[in-house]
């Protein structure tokens, strides 16, 4: 199999070496960290005052975890390290408890995120000469941006067209004879079950690879979708957190999932203890940006759940494999690649007089994309009679629902003491959708 | 004059409508005329009754989400062009209909028509002057 790389040194690197480099890059975040009110407080706490209190890469160990809540609090300038005259980007998304997070970006940062981007493209085998459709949201969301820059760098022709549209999707495939997509499997099935609509198959189109992320799905949904449209996929993983997409990314042997370590140190802890679990075992994927200024995060708890393989990958990279993801530690729910908490949607339903106490979320799937109903109970007492203040309701639900959790959802009305009660730990979310 | 219609809110489910009539049946209670107004996810059962404080307290207890309105039930003379007269004094008195809906048994040579207004005190005024018969709530159980 043919090997390429973006950067062969760094991509092939000695163990020890890139150890090396982490401790370098850690001395230097930390000094970043230090600039900001949240680890200025916390740091010394832990006897770290100065970049120099790093030793080894064992003080890692010494400071606390970040966690989600953090970057709350944080909110809006609270782990800004630069002078916002330094920052190029911003990227935010809301939170659990509708309050958002947000993550600054200078130059420098954009472009140690766009090369890891560019490495992880050319581990896939693709680069110039390859149309490239890009069928990520763009937008606050990383997932669009990220890999749209990191693909300009490799040289390969970039059709920034986003999500949704299946049949101006198809056209532009089609007519540009596109190579390579990104995109979710949900929405890669959804466009294989249209396709003869438009009187389409895999073989009317020039479609060579797929690179898959944002939505958890197992390894035959990959062996399945490959064989339709006969092209190759590739595993991409990634978080805003931690920049964005290009975190951990699939080589040609598509065998799980490089991490590029000399952009982050990953950790793999038992989520009760905090205590790092034995190699190869399952753990929650903790996260150490070595590559952001604008915003350092030391040691951030993803949720998520995965391992790392031991042993090295025939593709020569030292960078260490992670498996996907295969579950979390809470009960997050990702809607058409957004992150959304059942305690958001509590929180904005209890706000509404009108609305009981019963509610149900409802998860479902239509044509590749998902779809969130809301099920709320009427307050009684509050019941008019009257049609229109009741559609009213269903907007205003919706709308206080969108401002929260950034997605449409269909809201309907349930008379009182008709959906499951809350006794008993009555089942609040029903997802439908079929796992991938 | 005014005479209180009872609303039901509904979910859109089946056999609903069939539970919430056949509780007023067991219980003696007669409905005079009724309708529904639907969305695609829910509805809004509207009714006059011949006892309205029974069916509400009815309701209660089953835990149906119900309410009382006002609303003006109109006699119409029985012959084409009939309701058209109706309408034009209450268009000429500047009354907004908000919805109408008819009785399910006739009476008389008269038909009956139950009419919400925005403004139920004007829309009496305007009636009785012009002329139109309005019932009241009395004259419910005797129909
Ligand atoms: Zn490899």
């Keep these: ?436 | 004059m005014k005479i209180r219609q009872i609303s039901v809110f509904l979910e859109n489910r089946k056999g609903r409508l069939y539970e919430v009539c056949s509780l007023l049946g067991q219980a003696g209670i007669n409905i005079r005329a009724l309708t529904i107004a639907e969305t695609e996810s829910f509805g809004v059962l509207r009714m006059v009754v011949n006892k309205p404080d029974e069916a509400i307290s009815l309701f209660r207890k089953h835990n149906i989400t119900a309410n009382l309105t006002d609303v003006v039930a109109v006699e119409v003379p029985d012959r084409p062009g009939g309701l058209a007269e109706v309408l034009k004094v209450l268009s000429d008195g500047n009354i907004n209909v908000e919805y109408m809906y008819a009785f399910v048994e006739k009476f008389s040579e008269k038909a009956l028509l139950v009419f919400r207004f925005d403004d139920p005190s004007g829309a009496h005024r305007v009636l009785t002057s012009a002329g139109v018969t309005v019932l009241t709530e009395k004259d419910l159980p005797n129909l």
């Design chain 1, 1 to 436: 199999m043919e090997i390429r790389y973006w950067n062969q040194r760094l991509e092939t690197l000695p163990r020890h070496e890139l150890r090396q480099l982490q401790l370098e890059r850690l001395r230097e975040v930390v000094g970043y960290a230090l600039q900001t009110p949240f680890y200025k407080k916390r740091l010394p706490k832990v006897g770290i005052s100065s970049p120099e209190d790093i030793r080894s890469l064992d003080d890692l160990k010494k400071i606390p975890f970040t966690v989600k809540d953090d970057l709350r609090q944080a909110f809006p300038k609270g782990l800004l390290a630069v002078d916002m005259e330094k920052v190029v980007r911003i990227h935010s998304s809301s939170g659990t408890t509708g309050i958002p997070t947000v993550i600054y970006y200078t130059a420098d940062d954009l472009d140690r995120w766009t090369d890891l981007l560019a490495r992880s493209i050319v581990a896939t085998g693709a680069g110039p000469g390859d149309v490239f459709q890009n069928m990520m949201s763009y937008g606050l969301f990383t997932g669009g941006l990220g890999v749209h820059y990191g693909a300009e760098r490799v040289g390969m022709a970039v059709i920034p067209v986003g999500g949704g549209n299946t049949q101006r999707q198809l056209q532009i495939m089609r007519d540009f004879r596109t190579t390579v997509l990104h995109i979710t499997p949900s929405y890669l099935l959804h466009i294989h079950q249209r396709m003869p609509e438009f009187g389409l198959t895999p073989a009317d189109l020039n479609l060579k690879k797929a690179w898959m992320g944002a939505e958890p799905h197992s390894e035959n949904t990959r062996l399945k979708l490959q064989e339709l449209f006969g092209i190759d996929i590739y595993n991409s993983y990634g978080l805003s957190e931690m920049n964005g997409p290009g975190v951990a990314f699939e080589c040609v042997y598509k065998n799980d999932l490089h991490v590029w370590e000399d952009g982050y140190i990953i950790e793999i802890i038992d989520p009760r203890t905090g205590e790092p679990v034995e190699d190869g075992q399952e753990g929650e994927v903790v996260f150490t940006n070595l590559i952001r200024h604008a915003l350092p995060l030391l040691r951030y708890r993803t949720r998520d759940l995965a391992f790392l393989h031991p042993d090295p990958c025939p593709c020569g990279r030292t960078a260490r494999r992670m498996s996907r993801i295969t579950g979390r530690t809470d009960d997050m729910l990702i809607i058409n690649g957004v992150n959304v908490f059942p305690s958001q949607i509590e929180e904005v339903l209890m706000s509404i007089p009108e609305v009981g106490t019963n509610y149900q979320i409802h998860l479902s799937r239509h044509e590749g994309l998902d779809r969130l109903t809301v099920k709320v109970e009427i307050y009684s007492k509050l019941f008019t009679g009257d049609l229109a203040a009741l559609e009213a309701l269903k907007n205003k639900i919706n709308e206080k629902l969108r401002a929260s959790i950034t997605i449409n959802s269909r809201i309907e009305l349930h008379e009182p003491g008709s959906l499951p009660a809350i006794e008993g730990k009555a089942k609040r979310v029903v997802d439908e959708r079929e796992k991938l």
